[in-house]
């Protein structure tokens, strides 16, 4: 982390989980627990039906709610799609962009590329997600690989508008697994994220513009992965549906700022 030219963000990301009265639940035990220094931002991104839930339980608050998806197209037929315009309608902050699970479904570059425009003609934070496999990290491409989808993903933001987006590097090992990357391998590729981020805009806003991690993050070992000098927060998928767990992670990134 490094507070002083950016921000640390805690984010979580429920994936296919909770229903929206769980929702509501855990926002209810979230509200009460959530600790009163504001050493970072904090968004719970989480499905499309459970926003209005999460929005309303969290008004007034400073956590702010995120989508895991959106298209990239104003409006139109595309049945089963949510707009850019509809989640901020709906009171959301941030979305998650280009996650693994969704490359996976067939999501490209220039998908997420598209996604990230619209995000941020809307005024949302997107929270642009890359990350190799096992057998890209064996074969030694890693760097290469992540500074190909973060070239890709970046494709024609302005400058003016770079400093909105958020980059979450996520090893596909290391999701869902237990298997976490370590925090001198993880901090190893988001030194290398923020050069790429220097080459394609200035220093500057490569040193303003926050890296996150994701991977197995969990409130044992973020303290750790947090206190590298290029991870700037996490994004959480299995600890951030426990308010106790992900309270602690939200606390584990309170720091000593350099
Ligand atoms: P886990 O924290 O469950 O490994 O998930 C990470 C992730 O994919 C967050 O987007």
Redo the contacts with the bound molecule.
Sequence with gaps: MNRKYRKTIIAG?W?MNKTPTETKEFMTALKGMMPRGRWCDVALCVPAVCIPAAVRAMRETRVGIGAENCNANPSGAYTGEIATNMLVDAGCKYV?IG???RRAMGETDADVNAKVIAALDAGLIPIM?CGETLEQRETGITSEWIAMQIKAGLQNVPEEKIRKVVI?Y?PIW?????RTATPEQAQEVCESIRTVVRKLYSSKVARAVSILY?????EKNAYELLAQPDIDGG??????LVPEKFVKIIESANQPAE
Excluded: D, P
């Excluded at 994701?214 to 969990?218: D, E, I, L, Q, Y």
């Excluded at 994004?235 to 951030?240: E, P, V, Y």
């Design positions: 990301n994936k998650i996650h693994s699970e997600c979450a996520e290391a999701i869902g697994t237990g994701g991977g197995s993050m969990n994004l959480i998928g299995g600890a951030s």
